[in-house]
């Protein structure tokens, strides 16, 4: 997404904890989300802001850290700072919705997460909704593309594992995730929130076997639906059985570069025939 920003002529600082940035035309700024007085004396006249963290690990600690603390200290440092910013971006995630009986879910859909990472994504999203900014949350599904390949290799290795039962997954490709972004910081007056996602959720089991169609693998096993096998091939747990609906976003002038599984793995695979 910076790298499209910058690209577009916008001036970009991509905030980061350890090392810099190395995308032309975007500076690195040193801070610590966790940590106020590193974010003070952010430059001056910042227009927009998109929040796009990372956990780091899979705790309650790390979560908090990351999607309620960090939120809250960067939106503190700002409004101190005599900042205007015209558009908060918080991405979050479908994780926030638990319905796992394969039925379409969208933002209006109900938001009872049962496990610590969706309540404190919610949490989050609360933080910057109440915050001095128009926020606008953007609730991605699973992210795949370059260095993002698990369900490939679990074909590959022959590690994966088909269900009996239909199980529907929903994805977004790295790409259209960043496209996603600049396209809401570009709406005069976007809506709250959007899910991003592509325009095809799909069985998980139908996803591997095309997978290993292309692949030239053997046809992945089916195993019993309630075993957990290699790969997480329980999606029912944890409210992974459901559809989601990107109407919204396509609805606001949204494009997808890949809307569905079928051209985004296929772009991937002949990436890499082509190295």
């Keep these: 997404m910076a790298r499209l920003l910058a690209a577009d002529g916008h001036k970009v600082y991509g905030l980061r904890r350890s090392r810099d940035v190395d995308v032309p035309g975007v500076e690195t700024v040193r801070a610590d989300l966790g940590d106020l007085a590193s974010l003070r004396g952010l430059a001056p006249g910042i227009q927009a802001v998109v929040y796009a963290a990372s956990g780091g690990e899979r705790s309650e600690e790390a979560y908090r850290r990351a999607y309620v603390e960090g939120p809250r200290n960067l939106l503190r440092a700002l409004e101190e700072g005599g900042q205007r910013v015209e558009r908060f971006v918080f991405v979050s995630s479908t994780g926030v919705y638990a319905q796992d009986d394969g039925e379409w879910v969208d933002e209006r859909s109900v938001t009872e ?163």
Excluded at 137 to 147: D, K, Q, S, T
Excluded at 197 to 213: G, H
Aim: hydrophobic share 35%.
């Design 113 to 275: 997460p049962g496990g610590f990472s969706g309540r404190l994504l919610l949490e989050g999203e609360a933080v910057v909704r109440e915050g001095p900014f128009p926020a606008t949350v953007l609730r991605l599904a699973g992210i795949y593309g370059p260095g993002r390949t698990r369900m490939i290799e679990q074909v590959r290795r022959g590690e994966a594992r088909c269900t009996a039962e239909p199980s529907y997954t929903n994805r977004i490709h790295r790409d259209d995730c960043a496209r996603a972004l600049q396209h809401i910081l570009s709406l005069e007056a976007p809506d709250d929130p959007y899910l991003g996602v592509d325009d095809d959720p799909a069985d998980r089991s139908a996803v591997l076997r095309w997978l290993a169609v292309r692949l030239g693998r053997p046809m992945p096993e089916v195993e019993d639906s309630a075993s957990s096998g290699v790969g997480g091939t329980n999606q029912r747990a944890g409210g992974r059985n459901k559809r989601c609906s990107n109407a919204r976003l396509v609805g606001s002038g949204f494009r997808l570069r890949y809307p569905s599984f079928r051209d985004g793995y296929a772009a991937m695979l002949a990436a890499d025939d082509a190295e």
